[in-house]
């Protein structure tokens, strides 16, 4: 059973990626080191001069997921594409909008909305 994030008006999913290094030696279990976005292995890929292989990840509202090298570095198709797959909406359509301040500002406004819960405006 698939089951769906309830998701509101004002809601707001913040996205942060990165990269972690892992002491992951040979023989080691990494059979559950699958991406989020695409479902492929999650593999490590070098990173830096000293050959230190990485994961990319995101922290989806302080919750990290592994992304494979590729979903990764499409960061722009990655973003909507982890929205989708978190709130298991796989047609959910997203827009660009504005600039934003910071995510205290963005904050703010979801609270604002959230309080007036379909309240009319005068």
Not at 61 to 85: H, M, Y
């Amino acid at each position: 059973m698939n089951r769906r994030r309830a998701a509101k008006l004002g809601d707001i999913v913040e996205i942060k990626l990165g990269r972690v290094v892992f002491d992951i030696k040979p023989g080691d279990d990494v059979s559950r080191d699958i991406c989020f976005v695409c479902g492929k292995p999650a593999t490590a890929w070098a990173r830096g001069p000293e050959g230190h292989m990485a994961h990319g990840f995101a922290s989806i509202n302080g919750q990290n997921e592994l992304l494979c090298e590729d979903c990764f570095n499409t960061e722009k198709k990655t973003s909507g594409a982890i929205v989708r797959k978190y709130w298991n909406a796989p047609d959910l359509k997203i827009s660009e909008g504005g600039t934003y301040g910071d995510i205290d500002e963005i904050c703010e406004i979801a609270d604002a909305i959230k309080e007036r819960d379909d309240k009319p405006t005068n």
